[in-house]
């Protein structure tokens, strides 16, 4: 038969694992949280966004277009990609109505290309042909 100090000892071991094991769950729990709700606030940021691209004009060197917002959101960066060369267009106040041309120089488009605002390929992207 253990003696005493001996169950003391474990219970105070197992009392400490239980300890550990709670601290390690709730962390990873909170940064379950945290991650998840960052990930939604940017995608429900994204979706505020609304805007149409129209005019379309390429002539194998500058690009062309003109962007208007279509949401109560504004935004102020419009990015065009074309096979991983992303370009940034800093667009100021763009709000609600706005319409504003669009020119990108020095591009080389195969065939189609991606506009979206700044941080927002993955949910707000549009694909664009210059054919």
């Known amino acids: 038969m253990p003696s005493s100090s001996r169950k003391i000892t474990v219970l105070i071991f197992l009392f400490s694992l239980f300890v550990f094991l709670g601290v390690y769950i709730g962390v990873n729990i909170y940064q379950s949280y945290v991650s998840g709700r960052a990930y939604t606030e940017r995608v429900s940021k994204c979706g505020q966004y609304s805007f ?6 390429y002539d194998g060197i500058n690009l062309g277009f003109n962007v208007e917002n ?7 960066v419009l990015v065009v990609e074309v096979d991983g ?3 940034e267009n ?8 706005d319409i504003s041309h669009i020119t990108v120089e020095n591009i080389q488009i195969e ?5 979206y605002p700044a941080g927002c390929k993955r949910h707000n992207a ?6």
């Open 111 to 115: 065939e189609k290309f991606f506009v």
């Open 85 to 87: 060369d992303t370009r």
């Open 52 to 57: 149409d691209v129209f005019n379309v004009d």
């Open 90 to 97: 800093d667009l100021g106040s763009f709000g609600s109505g």
């Open 70 to 76: 279509t949401a109560a959101e504004e935004f102020n």
């Open 126 to 131: 549009k694909e664009l042909s210059v054919r």
